[in-house]
């Protein structure tokens, strides 16, 4: 009878490892607020699984466990972690709101504009100046993260051996990525 009661105790074991393999749970958090620009730490909460892919809904992903990521425009997010383990696979979603200020610029004109820059002008002087180059015709600046209730955008044009200098203001919505067209 022992050697009747041994291989059956041997499936037994095997029968029990294998039904023992749990489904993956996938879980994160995020640290807040959450600011254009600013570093944010995910952290995975997952349980039941060894590998990760994340969606940062901003068209960027990592593969790491716990990755930190930037974003480079305010909006709502929606940022989804697929876990997968022995068990299966599980995703879930979270929507994250990013606060903040940017802009950008536009060139939809047939002509370049050279040597243009960007900034705050406070009445007496132009500051947090960004040099962007020559914006050809349908390029578009890189995306500037401020702080401040306007932007102003400077242009240079050499006529004849003149130099002349333009400035036109722009109010900035808050919260919103501002995106101008110059025609």
């Keep these: 009878m022992k050697r009747l009661i041994i291989p059956f ?3 037994v074991l095997m029968l029990c490892f294998n039904s023992c393999t749990r489904e993956p749970n ?6 807040t607020p959450t600011e254009v620009g600013e570093i944010i730490q995910f952290t995975n909460l997952s349980t039941n699984s060894d590998t990760y892919n994340w969606d940062f809904g901003d068209g960027l992903t990592s ?20 876990a997968d383990g022995k068990g299966g696979s599980a995703t879930t979603t979270k929507t994250i709101t990013v ?6 610029f536009r060139n939809s004109s047939d002509y370049p504009f050279y040597d243009f820059s960007s900034g705050h ?9 960004v040099e962007h180059g020559t914006l050809f015709p349908g390029g578009e600046t890189e995306v500037v993260i401020t702080d401040k209730p ?3 955008f400077v242009l240079r044009l050499a006529v004849g051996g003149s130099i002349f200098i ?16 110059l025609l």
């Design 121 to 129: 002008y406070t009445g007496s002087s132009l500051v947090d100046i």
């Design 9 to 11: 105790t041997g499936t």
């Design 166 to 181: 333009s400035t036109i203001s722009y109010n900035l919505t808050i919260n919103r990525h501002n995106d101008f067209c």
């Design 26 to 31: 996938a879980e994160f958090s995020f640290s």
């Design 63 to 82: 593969a790491e466990e716990s990755p930190s990521h930037q974003y480079e425009k305010p909006d709502n997010y929606t940022v989804s972690l697929k």
């Design 99 to 104: 606060t903040g200020v940017t802009y950008s």
């Design 150 to 152: 306007h932007v102003d």
